[in-house]
């Protein structure tokens, strides 16, 4: 069974930094994987989604790669911001298996 | 433009008691519909999903079941609730090889 791992749990940065938040999953026969943010008590908004085919995908600030073979993906932040402030979370298919997340406090 | 509605958005029953929660989606046919369940402290559990009218699958064995009645209709149901069944339960939908959505949630505390 696909197991998902997010290192670290919980991460504080100052405003400004960049960041990169990590993603390991055991299967490495994935189809897509994809990055979600979570406000406490709200739902999951998805961020970005790559495709099996695809090595990488950028929106603004934000650019989240992916390296099947190593079974790993990595969520890049520029210039953190404190809006910035939610859990992260990775899942892959199939079934979108995801991760526990890391919680990324950005600090004015 | 798609969207997925999910209710209702706090519930607190007792032990024992049935549970129904309903989520809807809009703008779209043949939709993929996911449950999934948060504990406290914990990730997104997928527990049940559909790919069409009448067809669920279980991740999970556990005290509840899904329906798909209508195509974009995606109940969750239990007969009778236990207090490990409390959590943060979210409805999703996509498309295949698009971006999965999420609802708002729905809180359920049972005593």
């Known amino acids: 069974k696909q197991e998902v791992t997010q290192i670290p749990a919980a991460l504080s940065v100052p405003e400004g930094e960049n960041l990169v938040l990590n993603c390991s999953f055991t299967?490495?026969?994935?189809?897509?994987l994809q990055w979600f943010r979570q406000d406490p008590g709200k739902g999951l908004t998805s961020l970005l989604l790559?495709?099996?085919?695809?090595r990488e995908q950028t929106s603004g600030r934000l650019n989240a790669s992916l390296d099947k073979s190593s079974g790993r993906s990595t969520l890049y932040i520029a210039a953190s911001q404190p809006g910035d402030s939610a859990t992260y979370l990775c899942?892959?298919?199939?079934?979108?298996?995801f991760g526990t997340g890391t919680r990324l406090t950005v600090i004015p | 433009s798609q969207t997925i509605h999910q209710w209702p958005a706090t519930l607190v029953q007792p032990v024992g008691s049935p549970l129904s929660l309903e989520c809807t989606v809009e703008?779209?046919?043949?939709?993929?519909l996911y449950w999934y369940r948060q504990a406290a402290g914990r990730g997104l559990q997928l527990l049940f999903y559909?790919?069409?009218?009448?067809?669920i699958s279980s991740e999970v064995p556990q005290n509840l079941s899904a329906s798909r009645p209508q195509d974009r209709q995606f109940i969750l149901s239990s007969k009778k609730l236990l207090l490990s069944d409390s959590g943060f339960y979210l409805c999703?939908?996509?498309?295949?090889?698009?971006?999965?959505?999420f609802g708002n949630g729905t809180r359920l505390t049972v005593t």
């Open positions: 999703a939908w996509r498309r295949v090889d698009s971006p999965l959505h």
């Open positions: 299967d490495s026969a994935i189809y897509n």
């Open positions: 790559i495709q099996s085919s695809q």
């Open positions: 899942a892959v298919e199939r079934y979108l298996f």
């Open positions: 703008g779209t046919s043949n939709p993929n």
């Open positions: 559909s790919v069409g009218i009448g067809q």
